[in-house]
């Protein structure tokens, strides 16, 4: 059954916790942020896909997947499960990031988002996720939840990993980036 009616007056519950929690809470906002960043990525998968877009041998939508998995990761320590992201996740996405930028020109300014429709979806994502960031380093603050450094830093590393492919796809397919001329 898609529906119980137990969040009909505006709660819910989190993993191993018996009492309900308010939609509205800290914890809620992040959870929900965490589960909007991850739904994006699907799009950005799909999208990886059709491009066929690789880095190395390594296709970017499954790279996509396995940040979706992550993220379900992220989600259950947030809620209290007993786990959470470790040094080797960590590592994964901070070596997809260095392979892509050794491709790229170096970065000198800022970049107007847009270029193909991938890069923006990307540039999408990367926003997302640093609200998501931001909503559990709230959660962490509070104290009511412990989250991980390596959770935290993985996070971080997301809106790079994210940024990096924005920045590929547009490179990729011959696109100058733009920076602002803030006039």
């Given amino acids: ?29 992040a959870l929900g942020s965490l589960d909007e960043i991850n739904s994006f990525l699907g799009l950005c ?7 066929k877009l690789l880095i190395g041998k390594v296709e970017v939508n499954q790279i996509v997947h396995d940040i979706q998995k992550n993220l379900f990761i992220v989600q259950a320590e947030l809620a209290g499960a007993s786990m959470s992201i470790d040094e080797e996740k960590l590592k994964e996405i ?12 170096p970065i000198k300014s800022f970049f107007i988002s847009g270029g193909t429709e991938l890069a923006s979806l990307f ?14 380093i709230a959660v962490a603050d509070e104290g009511k939840v412990e989250i991980k450094p390596s959770t935290k830093a993985y996070l971080n590393r997301l809106s790079s990993v994210l940024y990096a492919l924005a920045r590929l796809s547009n ?10 001329d803030y006039k």
């Fill in 94 to 105: 901070e070596d997809i990031v260095d392979t892509i930028e050794k491709e790229l020109p």
């Fill in 123 to 136: 540039d999408i994502a990367r926003t997302i996720s640093r609200r998501a960031e931001r909503r559990v």
């Fill in 1 to 29: 059954m898609l529906y119980t009616r137990k969040g009909d007056n505006g709660t819910t519950k989190t993993f191993g916790c018996d009492q309900r929690i308010s939609k509205s809470s800290i914890i809620a906002e």
């Fill in 45 to 51: 998968k799909v999208k990886a896909r059709k491009e």
């Fill in 171 to 180: 490179f990729r397919a011959g696109i100058t980036e733009e920076s602002p």
